[in-house]
């Protein structure tokens, strides 16, 4: 199960950190990744791990302002987030996919967490 958390009302070029908890499983295991969905839109791909957690990949319309990290030993994977944009409101997602399917399609994951809501103001 997986359980994402930290979402809220932020301004505009503010920051918030999601934390997505992991239970039952081990993340090192998988391949994690964060996805975002905003009112009527489709769920896109926001940032994952490679097949063996040394590098990270993230969508261009967060890259140099996001960063995925995770905590093995807590059995947690965060989403830092820096100089929000309106445009980044969106219920934001954790999820799980075996390490050696494509990091960035959603459809490559098993298991997803609850979401949390992240609203940006302008």
């Known amino acids: 199960q997986l359980q994402a958390f930290g979402g809220g009302l932020v301004q505009a070029g503010g920051c918030l950190r999601l934390s997505c908890a992991a239970s039952g499983r081990t993340i090192r295991n998988y391949g994690m990744g964060w996805f975002r969905q905003a009112p009527g839109k489709e769920r896109e791909f926001v940032a994952t791990f490679s097949y063996n957690g040394a590098a990270t990949y993230y969508a261009d319309s967060v890259k140099g302002r996001f960063t995925i990290s995770r905590e093995n030993d807590k059995n947690t994977v965060d989403l830092l987030m820096n100089s929000l944009k309106s445009e980044d409101t969106a219920v934001y997602y954790c999820?799980?996919?075996?390490?050696?399917?494509?990091?960035?399609?959603?459809?490559?994951?098993?298991?997803w967490g609850q979401g949390t809501l992240v609203t940006v103001s302008s």
């Open positions: 999820a799980a996919r075996d390490r050696f399917a494509a990091g960035d399609m959603a459809s490559s994951y098993d298991y």
